[in-house]
């Protein structure tokens, strides 16, 4: 079966390139193993947060691209960050939205018990931001690990409760049953009526993220008019409701568009013909299917996700074997202390300006192949706070590029 661009990948940037190729007309396959990282960790979207709180992203982007050419922002610019991320918010209309404070990163509270700086908040956190300026109640769920009220309410400064509200209140629930949950209009009946309960001279109730899959904002009016107090979600480690929507998102508005989706499955061997890439072959033992495109962008991620893969000598990229700069020798890979910048976390692959893969000399490893996402080389996502950045800059920028040649 022949494609205009077949994606390899299914985290944000393999879906913000389907999204380009989709709207230009392409006829597009995206593959991947999973729903990529999307759906583990992502609740907000950091596009730099070493940028202070009290400068302007623009200003901040600005002195970085400058001063870091190679990393994935210095090679596509300022301007062409912004159009990435105005696509990205577009795909986010009213009423459940990405948001800026005054276009400057703002200090999110998580269930850590920690403000980490964000840029793009979506709109049932957005309240969260103001915590240290409003009384605050904090709401856990008994049985639902991973977000201690009582201790997060210590660290925050404010009051806290654990509510039980299933018959068995020994269960263990997961953040995706806590939603399926919410969703049903017998549970928030009877979650809205023991908050108000509980409510003193709160303004703000914060609880872990998990208010639906589906049309999140609705239930928060619903339960806000019910209790008389503003309701705000709490980043929680995984897996990531507002990940989760992200996602699904962009899944049903591709497949309106056209778009096929394979998943789970792996890419097990690329036919080459020269420096081009002729088609893919996908394994479902005892099936091999094969998929041929025009172009094609390797969006895989990092080592969490198999795009890069190590063993005792090497960082090697296991699809189209492309080369990956990496720190040496094993022993280079990691510095003393856990909490350092690990060289290993910027290996990765090279590309030129157009985000087509290249070796340490510049020269262009295959003329139909573009590469997106955590997997480029030049960057150190987690120190730097870019993941979700990244992702959509590149992830636009490769489709764009893609659909010139």
Known sequence: MHYDLIIIGMGLSG??????????????????????????????????????????????????????????????????????????????????????????????PTSAGTFRPTYLIPSTMMKGITLKRKKTLIIGFQGYKDFYARRLADLFNCRGITLSLHENPQKEMTSTALARLIEQPFFRDLFSAEVKKQIGDEELIGLPAVLGVNDPMRLRKEIEKKIGASLFEIPVPPPSIPGLRIFNRFKARLLQKGVTFLSGHPVTKVVLKGNRCEKIEVSHPPITNSYSADRFILATGRFLGGGLIADRLRILEPIFNLPVAQPGSQEKWFEGSFFDEHPIHRAGILTDVTLRPVDERGNLSFENVWVAGTILSGHHYLHEKSREGIEIVTGYWAARNAMRQ
């Open 15 to 108: 879906l913000m390139a389907a999204r380009v190729a989709a709207e230009a007309g392409q006829r597009v396959l995206i593959i991947g193993r999973g729903m990529g990282c999307l759906t583990l960790f992502s609740n907000t979207i950091d596009l730099l947060g070493k940028i202070p709180e009290t400068v302007k992203l623009e200003d901040g982007l600005s002195q970085w691209v400058h001063d870091h050419p190679d990393h994935p922002y210095g090679k596509m610019g300022l301007e062409k960050i912004e159009e990435a991320l105005s696509s990205f918010n577009s795909f986010f209309p009213p009423p459940y939205t990405f948001q800026s404070k005054d276009e400057t990163n703002s200090l999110v």
